[in-house]
């Protein structure tokens, strides 16, 4: 395993030859009435931060914890930059980054960001950047709030989930929501914030869908195929899908 290392806490000496750097990113927005607004964040940091344990001379930045989650703007506490500040963001961090790293991940724990990042990562290979995006895959989760995100912040914080106040939500799947969130908004679609339902949400249920993401992450990021989104491509399910 390799010795983790954060940017924060790194001093420039020590900053490895060629490094691979790690960037969180979140979002600051409602997660129910019983998760923290920084749920995203936190799930993409210790996305981060445990793959970068198996991968050599890596980093991991400080998280950017400020996404676009305009969807989410109905409810008090939810703070969006919106799609072109992020974009704005992953491209002038992208090129700073470039000029001492050898390659950048963004891994990314809120779906809203995902439009962002296909542009400004499009944008970035084209102009000869090495740089790709993953998300923080929970294959067979539930879609906000619900059960995955709550097992997971049991796992990681469990001191500040308040799961007395956690309430079931709109439990259709996200593809069939999209148009009706898009059009209106979350809280038109479920009041509580929650998409999903939290019920039967564990530690270690969040310790076992942690380790899986983890496990794809490093699979993506050792393999280093990147599709036309910029997105990094898990090599386990294209052999799956192979006929």
Known sequence: MAALRTLA??????VPPGALVL??????EQHGPHLPLDTD???AHAVARQAAEALPASLVAPPLAYGASGEHAGFPGTVSIGHEALRAVVVEMTRSLSLWARRAVFVNGHGGNTATLDTALRLLRADGHDVAWMGCEAPGGDAHAGRTETSLM???APERVWLDAAVAGD?????????????????AVSPSGVLGDPTGASAEEGRRTLDAMVSG???RIDAWTVDGRGRLVDP????AVRP
């Open 9 to 14: 806490d790194t001093v420039w000496p020590a």
């Open 23 to 28: 960037v969180p990113v979140g979002s600051t």
């Open 41 to 43: 964040t936190v799930v």
């Open 154 to 156: 049991l796992h990681l």
């Open 171 to 187: 439990t259709r799947p996200l593809a069939v929501l999209i148009p009706e969130l898009t059009a209106r908004g979350v809280r």
């Open 217 to 219: 992450a490093v699979r």
């Open 236 to 239: 386990a399910r294209r052999k």
